[in-house]
């Protein structure tokens, strides 16, 4: 009698358990946005200070790439600059012996007018300080328009000097690894005093993975029964013959169909083709990237039945 009513006791959860599987429409694995940080600039690692599983904010510094050379460099032109700008010359002490000679060429020329109009000088001397100042006049203007000629050139010079310094100093700021977004770091790639050779080694993956996205896969008879926005609930085993129940928002809805993934069965396990859907959950630490996953929708989509 005892073995009896324990068989129908296991019957019973066993029914319960099938029947409360069946009420998952659609199934899948959880997945996060992972971000490949990778270096900016090529040396020796100096300094990397994460570890896998570790938590990371936006724009913390983390370590950074040797740039001995890169601010040797700098100093060399920032000299290179100085040297170029100390040539510059210098306008007004160079032209200003003729302007002194242009001063007093003018008072020699009004003396010379009115001594013509006194009758004491010639027109002759008149038309010669005419063209002495018309001379000086002319040889500042050359000189002051060879003098701008020159201080323009070096300071075009010292202006792609400056460019080159910009590169240098973007190079500079790209030896400092600086975390670009929030999240968890998953794989660590490379290690203190490791060469990057190359712009573009990865360092470390991370994800937020404060939200975790369920990738499930849903039949084309259950797409009327989706749609963005739509709220659902999320179901993972809890370890005890049970689910832990969750709620996720439908953010994705892909518009083409696909084979039936081998790992993933849906409630029409006779259909080929599905159509994959992505359901965004908060996550309080529960879930993990990989973890298998079952949804139900919570009510049709409007106008649908």
């Avoid at 370890?239 to 029409?268: D, H, L, M, R």
């Amino acid at each position: 009698m005892k073995k009896n009513n324990l068989f129908a006791l296991i019957l019973s959860l066993a029914v319960v358990s099938c029947d409360k599987s069946a009420q998952h429409d659609a199934s899948g694995s959880f997945e996060a946005v992972e971000t490949m940080i990778s270096a900016e600039a090529n040396g020796k690692i100096l300094q990397l200070n994460i570890e896998e599983g570790q938590e990371l904010k936006p724009g913390q510094v983390i370590g950074y790439i040797d740039s001995t050379q890169l601010y040797t460099r700098k100093l060399q032109l920032i000299q290179n600059k100085k040297a170029i700008l100390s040539g510059r010359p210098q306008a007004s002490v160079q032209t200003e012996a003729l302007k002194k000679e242009l001063a007093n060429a003018i008072i020699n020329r009004d003396r010379t007018k009115k001594l013509v109009i006194g009758g004491i000088a010639t027109q002759k001397q008149l038309d010669d300080a005419d063209a002495a100042v018309a001379t000086l006049q002319a040889r500042i203007s050359a000189q002051e328009s060879s003098l701008n000629t020159t201080t323009s050139s070096l300071n075009e010079q010292a202006s792609t000097v400056d460019a080159q310094l910009q590169e240098v100093n973007d190079q500079l700021r790209k030896c400092k690894i600086i975390n670009p977004v929030k999240g968890t770091v998953l794989i660590k790639y490379a290690e203190q005093f490791e060469m990057a050779a190359v712009v573009g080694k990865p360092l470390y993956k991370i994800a937020d993975l404060s939200e975790i996205i369920l990738r499930a896969y849903i039949t084309g008879d259950q797409l009327p029964q989706v749609k963005l926005d739509q709220p659902v609930k999320v179901f993972i085993d809890d370890g005890k013959g049970g689910y832990k129940e969750s709620g996720g928002t439908v953010i994705w809805i892909n518009n083409k169909s696909e084979f039936t993934p081998k790992t993933i069965q849906t409630k029409n396990e006779r259909a080929n083709l599905v159509y994959a859907i992505k359901v965004k959950v908060i996550n309080d630490g529960t879930y993990k990237i990989g973890m298998y996953g079952e949804i139900q929708f919570n009510e049709p989509a409007v106008g649908n039945k």
